[in-house]
């Protein structure tokens, strides 16, 4: 029982990261039509994920290889009934890291005006259809004793789905804004500070009709009811996006992105604390729910990951960090002339 919960952790705490570490990234690439409004201008919002786009991609690897190896029978239930949502959600991401790669490789206008557009579809999509995702997993999914999706992909486009993409979409873009207000200057930083500043609020307000509504469509805060300290979550997160608009204030831009990630950390545990045990409840009969109990793979099978976790994520994370270090310099059109740049 104990490694389970330890896996159930484990498991939310990697889509955290995930969503720590790509969100700025999907932010970027949303912002990029709208804030990017020279050639130049565009390749420096594209270079300054550059060096750290595809390294955040271990992190959802991880989590979808922590699934399936933890929890086969989530893993194959949430395959079977989210088809047509995570495969968009892989073809977004194909397309995203192709039209980073492919943009410049033709000195053309139409050429890069297409990928353009890709880059905005291939890092929206993603963060809206996660939000969805997520929305969806806590109010839980409409499927049967057999596992058999019933519904439609429209039907995982209900209020409740819908309001969780949202939130992801503006927690994204705002943590997407902080980082270009740490990579870049002049005034593409200066449209991506007033952007930071204009979408705080909205994404505050998109927060809190996002609690409201979690007490009408799921059963999270039973778990907060019953154990209070679990309040100390949405603590963290509010702290987080205080702290963003006091750092933003003082112009302290890393500061506020450091807040912005606690702030995502945050809203993810907010729900994954309250759907434990469940990892994939069922809205059709709660007791076809897949929990981090029943749908576990053999305590051998979770000793051994668990010796491999503890060597090896402190080793990414080590490597995370020095790259991060490495590349924390703004960017700037001198930049553009080297060889390696986008």
Same mark, same amino acid.
């Given at each position: 029982m104990v490694l389970q919960n330890i896996w159930f952790f484990l498991w939310g705490l990697l889509w955290a990261i995930f969503f720590m570490t790509d969100g700025f990234v999907f932010g970027m690439g949303t912002m990029y039509p709208f804030l990017g409004k020279t050639e130049e201008e565009k390749r420096i919002m594209i270079n300054s994920v550059g060096p750290l786009w595809d390294g955040n991609e271990v992190w959802l690897i991880t989590a979808g290889g922590v699934t399936f190896a933890a929890f086969p029978d989530v893993y194959a239930t949430?395959?079977?009934?989210?088809y047509t949502p995570l495969m968009l959600i892989l073809f977004a991401l194909i397309l995203r890291g192709?039209?980073?790669? /492919?943009? &410049?490789?033709?000195?053309?206008?139409?050429?890069?005006? *297409?990928?353009?557009?890709? #880059? /905005?579809? &291939?890092?929206?999509?993603?963060?809206?259809?996660?939000? *969805?995702?997520?929305?969806? #997993? /806590?109010q839980g999914i409409p499927f049967d004793e057999n596992g058999i999706f019933q519904g439609t992909l429209i039907t995982l486009l209900n209020p409740y789905g819908l309001i969780g993409g949202v939130v992801f979409v503006l927690m994204f873009i705002v943590h997407g804004s902080l980082w270009l207000a740490i990579k870049t200057q002049g005034?593409?930083?200066?449209?991506?500070?007033?952007?930071?500043k204009r979408l705080w609020p909205v994404m505050v307000g998109a927060i809190v009709v996002c609690l409201i509504a979690s007490a009408v469509f799921t059963d999270l805060y039973d778990n907060y009811l019953a154990n209070p300290v679990l309040f100390l979550i949405l603590v963290l997160a509010v702290a987080g996006l205080l702290g963003i608009k006091v750092f933003m204030g003082k112009?302290?831009?890393?500061?506020?992105?450091?807040?912005?990630?606690?702030?995502?950390?945050?809203?993810?545990?907010?729900?994954?604390?309250?759907?434990?045990p469940r990892l994939y409840p069922s809205s059709i009969n709660a007791d076809l729910s897949l929990t981090a109990h029943n749908a576990s793979s053999s305590p051998l099978t979770l000793k051994i990951m668990l010796v491999v976790v503890v060597i090896f994520i402190p080793i990414v994370l080590a490597y995370q960090t020095w790259a991060y270090k490495l590349f924390s310099d703004k960017v700037t059109e001198e930049d553009l002339s080297h060889e390696e740049a986008y």
């Open positions: 949430m395959f079977s009934t989210l192709v039209s980073f790669e /492919f943009r &410049g490789k033709v000195d053309s206008p139409k050429w890069k005006r *297409v990928w353009d557009t890709t #880059i /905005f579809i &291939g890092n929206f999509a993603p963060a809206l259809l996660f939000g *969805v995702a997520f929305a969806n #997993i /806590f005034d593409l930083q200066a449209r991506a500070i007033q952007t930071g112009e302290a831009w890393f500061k506020a992105w450091g807040c912005s990630c606690l702030s995502i950390v945050g809203v993810t545990f907010f729900g994954v604390a309250g759907l434990f």
